[in-house]
């Protein structure tokens, strides 16, 4: 176990998510957990068992003391990844500790945390260590500041310099303050306005004053947003700390309220992802999910500026959070958005008779159990968001719902409510339906009847008739297709002229007899969507459902269409003739039964094509793959998938050149054969991800072991950082009769920043902890909140195996030569400081002789 400690703002969650992003793909079990102040033990402890694969079944009515002889039962012989981040008392890790075996498979568990005298105590392990994260040097700070505000080819005004010595000096190395104060100085070119700045944020960032400093820099960056970002950033009170907020959901809620303001030519939804951006550019929110087209899909909020938001909220009365009973006593006439949080063991949950509800504009409720606030009052409520995993009784609570008629957003989860109530015809208003948590697979038939409605997102109902109605329907997902639909209702897609977004589910068999009609009203109502603004569609497909009517049938243009998802278990005999007139697709999933070079030139001309997810069930006449020099110029992410698994591939030079990810399916008896094949991965100076799947049905244990290191050596020639994953599927079926359970296999992942991609082995505790020390110079690379700056890190030598091949010993392990012998004593020392002797004998073997040797 490692357990990292600093002061708020340093980036140990920074740290903690890249290593945790990198290595979880080796242990069968994983995730990442948040223990915030206040916090729900056994919410945490359910979020484990149901992220590590456990079935959700009983949990709920389990105490603490089960779940964790659930949880330690279940992991007792799996190897696992578990981060704990933000532990803020000892008592909580005492208790949850007994949750994790040391079960002898290499299993590993990193901590953050604030306080060292709960860090030391939390290393109960043989092999524990505390990791100390230090503030950035002077050299590290410049650099995240200047390029936080100036473009990466100007440096920063000689008439500015001054000023940014004072203001770093201030900042005191912590990550979150010179972040904070750089996004703020960005907005501004004046240099009054960066002598104002430097003027307002206090004294220096010393030891003792560090959390009152990075308050007053945190306040003076609140109160520099213009109001309507204000508003925007303190209605994040209504979730819980830690929590992954949505983008479009929390924009939503934000249209809902009012929050945004019309700009000429734009959309309210565009208005609203602009301030969203914005927030993230000024450093007030963390960009969790980022999509293909560098778009971001998620927020987190750092938990100092959680804070602040918090204090803010309260201060103005913005947001009310119910956490304990007497929280909202002596504002019971005044709450304008309430948030219910309520855990398993709490019994009291229930809104005073004394709250004037009429007043509540907002209403947020996580409950575990079926006592809830009665919607019969909540007259002026704008926003419902509902998340329940108890014995909520839907049709009884949601029985005066249609008494809310100024409600625009709607959102259920709940385990529960499996229908819509009638009276839901009354909210005249709504813009925001979201039922794609919710067990509801029917909606009411008067459901068109609601005129503003704007987003309908479902999972598993059948297509509404009449849905022609609802001309404001920007999103229509994820509805099904029967038999049972009249052709009307598929007629009708056609008229929703402002649709942006499809799903649905194509769920007619080919021997029904309605199938024909269906189809062409489908085709014809897809035909009026493409010649409009239809920019994301996804069909899927069931068993005995054939999409063949796509191949042919379409005409229209789609020229606004950028993304096509095909999600069935059909596959096109070729590539559908429409297609290639798609010239905004930026991703593409699509079936074929077999790839050959005139499917990929096709292919490889749609000009911006970003990510494509490609699935055959063989390659043209059972040949590898063969990317050529022409086409798929901005691709920059690409999944091919063969049934059977390909032989080999080959990269043309000049083939996909801007590619970053690469995911491909190879079989271990074709690679053997071909032992010694060359990829062409040198060619793709840009790939930074490769994961390989090794097919190992017929092959020996030694032809999966010869794949693998055939696969290692091809690419060791490539000129990047490059991190390889690699897993064998059917690993039960070599034929060794010593097949090992597919999910004990540990992925092997290599990084070429060490020559010749040196080879790292987690089976050793000293080895987790030198990823930990790559990344820390990887997250000051990159320009993230950084960390304390190290030495080069050495690298573990080759283990090398009978019949394996690597590369000549010189270039096995990462060189020192580079480093002076001040640089070598100062990490012997740290580690020696650290615990680590068996990664300090590593560097001596490591160090530079004379003559060049080691």
Not at 447 to 469: M, S
Not at 512 to 539: A, F, M, P, Y
Request: glycine letters at 6%; proline letters at 3%; charged letters at 25%.
């Amino acid at each position: 176990m490692v357990s990292i400690v600093g002061c708020r703002g340093i980036g140990k969650t920074t740290l903690a998510v890249e290593v945790y992003q990198s290595l979880k793909e080796r242990y069968c079990c994983h995730t990442i957990v948040s223990v915030s102040r206040g916090h729900d033990l056994r919410m945490i402890l359910i979020s484990i068992l149901t992220h590590v694969g456990m079935q959700i079944n009983g949990f709920r009515e389990c105490d603490e003391e089960q779940l964790i002889h659930k949880l330690s039962e279940f992991l007792k012989t799996r190897r696992y990844f578990i981060v704990i981040e933000d532990i803020w008392d000892l008592s909580t890790w005492k208790i949850l500790r007994w949750a994790f075996p040391d079960n002898g498979c290499g299993s590993r568990i990193l901590v953050t945390t604030c306080i060292i005298s709960i860090a030391s105590p939390s290393c109960y392990f043989a092999e524990d260590h505390i990791f100390r994260m230090a503030p950035l040097s002077d050299a590290e700070a410049r650099k995240l500041f200047f390029s936080r505000i100036f473009h990466p080819e100007h440096c920063c005004p000689l008439r500015l310099e001054e000023i940014c010595i004072d203001i770093l000096k201030k900042c005191g190395g912590i990550p979150l303050a010179i972040i904070t104060i750089a996004s703020l100085l960005a907005t501004k070119s004046d240099e009054n306005e960066w002598r104002r700045v430097r003027d307002a944020i206090g004294t220096i960032l010393d030891k003792s004053a560090t959390l009152n400093g990075m308050k007053q820099i945190l306040n003076f960056a609140y109160f520099d947003l213009p109001f309507h970002l204000r508003t925007c950033l303190l209605y994040l009170a209504v979730f819980r700390e830690g929590y992954v907020i949505d983008k479009e959901r929390l924009i939503r809620r934000w249209m809902a309220e009012g929050f945004i303001i019309e700009e000429h030519g734009k959309s309210l939804e565009e208005v609203g992802e602009y301030y969203f951006n914005e927030l993230i550019n000024r450093g007030l929110i963390q960009s969790v999910c980022i999509r293909y087209d560098g778009r971001i899909e998620a927020c987190q909020v750092q938990n100092m500026i959680w804070d602040l938001i918090l204090s803010k909220s309260a201060e103005e009365n913005f947001v009310t959070r119910y956490d304990d009973p007497g929280s909202i006593f002596g504002l019971q006439d005044r709450i304008r958005r309430l948030s219910l949080y309520c855990d398993h063991d709490r019994k009291d949950i229930f809104v005073p008779s004394a709250i004037t509800a009429s007043h509540i504009r907002s209403l947020t409720v996580c409950v575990t159990d079926k006592e809830m606030p009665t919607l019969a009052n909540f007259r002026a409520l704008r926003v419902l968001d509902l998340e329940s995993s108890g014995e909520l009784e839907g049709a009884n609570y949601l029985q005066h719902i249609g008494k809310l008629c100024m409600l625009k957003y709607l959102r259920l989860q709940a385990t529960r409510i499996i229908e819509l109530p009638e009276q839901v015809v009354e909210l005249q208003l709504l813009q925001t339906l979201d039922l794609t948590r919710a067990l509801i697979n029917i909606l009411p038939c008067n459901i068109v009847r609601l005129k503003q409605l704007t987003y309908l997102l479902v999972k598993n109902v059948k297509l509404p008739d009449g849905i022609g109605e609802l001309q404001l329907l920007q999103e229509l997902s994820h509805v099904e297709v029967e038999s049972s639909n009249s052709p009307n209702s598929l007629e009708e897609l056609g008229r929703l002229c402002m649709l942006r977004v499809l799903g649905l589910d194509w769920c007619i068999s080919d021997t029904d007899i309605c199938r024909e009609t269906c189809v062409r009203s489908l085709i014809s109502s897809l035909d009026k969507l493409g010649t409009s603004n239809l920019q994301s569609l996804h069909i899927g497909g069931g068993s005995g459902c054939s999409l063949d009517f796509l191949l042919d049938s379409l005409s229209a243009p789609f020229d606004h269409l950028h993304k096509f998802r095909m999600t069935s278990d059909y596959y096109f005999p070729r590539i559908p003739g429409w297609m290639t007139s798609l010239v905004s697709l930026r991703l593409l999933e699509i079936n074929i039964d077999t790839v050959g070079e005139d499917a990929l030139m096709i292919l490889g001309k749609l000009p911006s094509l970003l990510v494509l997810l490609l699935s055959v069930k063989s390659s043209a006449h059972n040949q590898g793959l063969i990317i050529a020099s022409c086409g798929f110029r901005c691709l920059k992410q690409f999944d091919f998938i063969c049934c059977k698994g390909l032989d080999m591939v080959m990269f043309e030079q000049g083939g996909m050149p801007a590619l970053e990810q690469l995911h491909l399916k190879l079989r271990a008896k074709g690679v053997f054969v071909n032992y010694g094949f060359q990829f062409g991965i040198e060619h793709i100076a840009s790939l930074r991800y490769l994961h390989v799947d090794i097919a190992c049905e017929d092959a020996e244990a030694r032809e999966v072991e010869a794949a693998e290191d055939a696969i290692r050596s091809a690419i060791s020639a490539h000129p990047g950082h490059l991190r390889l994953e690699l897993r064998r599927l059917g690993e039960e079926d070599v034929m060794h009769g010593e097949g090992a359970d597919v999910e004990s296999e540990e992925m092997m992942e290599e990084d070429q920043t060490s020559p010749a991609g040196a080879a790292y082995n987690y089976n050793t505790f000293e080895s987790f902890m030198l990823h930990l020390w790559h990344f820390l110079q990887l997250i000051v690379g990159r320009m993230k909140p950084r960390v304390t700056r190290l030495p080069s890190t050495p690298w573990l030598p080759h283990r090398q195996a009978a019949g394996q091949r690597f590369p000549p010993t010189q270039e096995a392990t990462y060189s020192v030569s580079e480093m002076d012998s001040g640089a070598i004593q100062a990490f012997e020392e740290q580690l020696r400081q650290e615990g680590l002797e068996s990664l300090f004998n590593y560097t001596q073997k490591l160090k530079p002789r004379a003559g060049g040797g080691r």
